[in-house]
């Protein structure tokens, strides 16, 4: 009881464990009868039976061009300035490869499931602020169009 647990596509706190079902109360707010026997032949996730702490995993593309260890450096330095990022094991980016149109980006940061979402929320707009302050460009997808003529064919 108390624990975070996903259930198939339900996610939310058991609220308690009876006989023939359980309850649990998802994050929308509803209240759900999950029949015991489904916890038991089902996979079950519990997210919260040996400690709170969750990884975040926030990815980010900047454009072409920009210092790849300028970005790391960044954006690991804005988890580790945030208050509710944990300390250990330390935030840490990576360059993860060439996209189609930037070049790609990934932070891995612990923090409470409590906070997980507020936390990430603040990452990535503090990401944005750093970038924009370092003038580093998110970019837009692009693609680039080649355009030939058919000489076979005469004018139109």
Known sequence: VGDVVQVG??????????????????????????????LISNEMINWTLSDSN?????RVGVAYGTDTDDVIRLIQEVALTH????????????????GDSALNFRLLAWTNIDHRLAVESDLNGNINK??????????????????RSDDTKGPL
């Open 9 to 38: 596509e339900l996610f939310g706190t058991v609220r308690s464990i009876g006989l023939r079902s359980s309850t649990v109360k998802s994050f929308d707010g509803a209240e759900v009868i999950v029949p015991n026997g489904n």
């Open 54 to 58: 969750r990884r975040m995993d926030i």
């Open 83 to 98: 208050q509710l990022v944990d300390k250990y094991p330390p935030p840490t980016a990576y360059f993860t490869g060439f």
């Open 130 to 147: 750093a970038f924009k302050k370092a003038g580093i460009e998110i970019p837009y997808p692009q693609q680039d169009l080649h355009l």
